[in-house]
């Protein structure tokens, strides 16, 4: 007969990544693997934690969307084994394109509250000058024929074209000065040193060039202006409004993230950063699959038993700045809201694909420690073929104001009377 199994808590410990790169043979990754990106961040991950015994790990999950080449071969095993950890920790990869790192840390998150792991290792990576987006693809010629989707959901930027056609109150204008808002938070972000500790040095070699050591994104445009933005060409749409300047790049880069049950982490003396509270995937219609975020978020906060307004902070994956505009739109917030993107996000910092929803997660958890005021936050990306994601976050270091204590007391107070 089975045990009664109780669900335990799961905490983010810890995350890292690599300085993201440009793809192509001029971005600081050409002659780097896949595979080595992501060794990198598992190694610091354990440098970090030295309480942490390796044979404790018992699941490494890494995403790559193009799963070949140096991101093929079961990478979450065979990078546990290139990051040195023992044989006895095993591994697999993942797909959820954008949202593979997201999915890396649900699903083994899962696994730990159901009580078959302790301690995971969960992130992704993307090479996209290796790999770009669709390399090797062979999509049924059903979806076409049959109508399955509309062609435009094959082309991501076609989708973001879409979703200002359905949304016309989001302007050129308005993706632009958000663009533009997002280099200038992430230079901010930079100058305040709030980036830098959760980035791994990647040292590279370049022929001709010998050897560099990247410490720094390489994709930001500090001191881009919504001029220099207005004068770009819109490559999916002939006088279109989605433009290299307001979308996210094509960029390399590997995320990693140290999970644990609460029990196993006060017994490993590891930090706590975050507690999961609930998370959801949502399917949209694939030509305007950046609306995802939407159903996501949604859904999340009922399995949460939340509202939007119990949301301190919002790291929005912006993949492209319609994308984020249409969440903000929908549950009525400000472009310019203070609790959303604090550090800049995607457009500024790269996207490489299935590494950025642990990015989204090292931001908050660098925000949580910063500010005690706010209770929740969440992590939330929309996802090609037509997917949404979110994962909503407690802070561990939330302290409550005096008016929300104060608050609390009278209803306290008055139920207590009212039963009386």
């Known amino acids: 007969m089975s045990q009664n199994r109780q669900i335990r808590d799961v905490v983010f410990v810890d995350g890292v990544r690599t300085p993201f790169g440009r793809a192509g043979e ?9 595979d080595d990106l992501v060794v990198k961040c598992i190694r610091e ?43 006895s920790v095993p591994g697999f990869a993942i797909d959820r394109m954008c949202a593979g790192a997201m999915t890396a840390v649900t699903t083994t998150a899962s696994g730990i509250g159901f009580g078959a ?18 390399a090797g693809a062979d999509p049924n010629p059903r979806f076409m024929s049959e109508r399955i989707v509309d062609p435009a959901a094959l082309n991501m930027g076609n989708t973001a074209e879409n979703l200002h056609d359905r949304f016309p109150a989001i302007t050129k204008d308005r993706t632009d000065a958000y663009a533009v808002a997002s280099q200038n938070k992430l230079a901010a972000a930079y100058a305040k040193e709030q980036i ?26 500090p001191g881009t202006t919504v001029e220099d ?30 999970l644990a049950s609460a029990e196993a982490a006060a017994e490993l003396g590891l930090p706590v950063k975050m507690r999961l509270v609930s998370y959801a995937f949502a399917g949209v219609a694939p030509e305007v699959m ?16 939340l509202s939007i307004e119990d949301i301190g902070l919002f790291e929005i994956n912006e993949a492209f700045a319609v994308q984020v505009l249409s969440f903000l739109d929908h549950f009525g917030i ?26 989204l997660m090292n931001q908050l958890a660098r925000q949580f420690e910063e500010d ?11 996802i090609g073929l037509g997917m949404g994601a979110t994962v909503i976050w407690e802070n561990p270091h939330f302290v409550p104001s005096p008016e929300t204590t104060s608050t609390a007391d009278e209803t306290s107070t008055s139920t207590e009377g009212s039963a009386a």
């Not at 929740?376 to 990306?381: L, Q």
């Open 26 to 34: 001029k971005g600081i990754y050409a002659n780097t693997r896949a």
């Open 45 to 87: 991950l354990m440098r970090r934690n030295p309480s942490l015994p390796a044979e404790r790990i018992d699941e490494v999950a890494i995403a790559a969307t193009t799963q070949t080449g140096d991101q093929g071969l079961t990478i979450g095993r065979t990078a546990a084994l290139l990051a040195g950890l023992p044989q």
């Open 117 to 134: 792991y302790d301690v995971v290792i969960a992130g992704g990576v993307e090479h996209m000058g290796h790999h770009p987006m669709g």
């Open 196 to 221: 830098q500790p959760d980035l791994v040095p990647v040292a590279t070699l370049k022929p001709g060039a010998g050897w560099t050591v990247n410490t720094v994104d390489e994709p930001p445009r």
């Open 229 to 258: 933005l207005a004068a770009l060409r819109t490559p999916f749409r002939a006088h279109g409004r989605v433009s290299a300047g307001n979308a996210a790049g094509l960029n390399d880069g590997a995320t990693a993230a140290l």
């Open 290 to 305: 950046g609306i995802g975020p939407v159903p996501a978020t949604e859904k999340a906060l009922r399995l949460a038993g």
């Open 334 to 359: 400000s472009d310019e809201d203070p609790r959303v993107n604090r550090y800049g996000g995607a457009i500024a910092v790269g996207h490489p694909l299935a590494s950025s929803g642990v990015r």
């Open 372 to 382: 005690h005021s706010v209770q929740y936050g969440i992590t939330t990306m929309c």
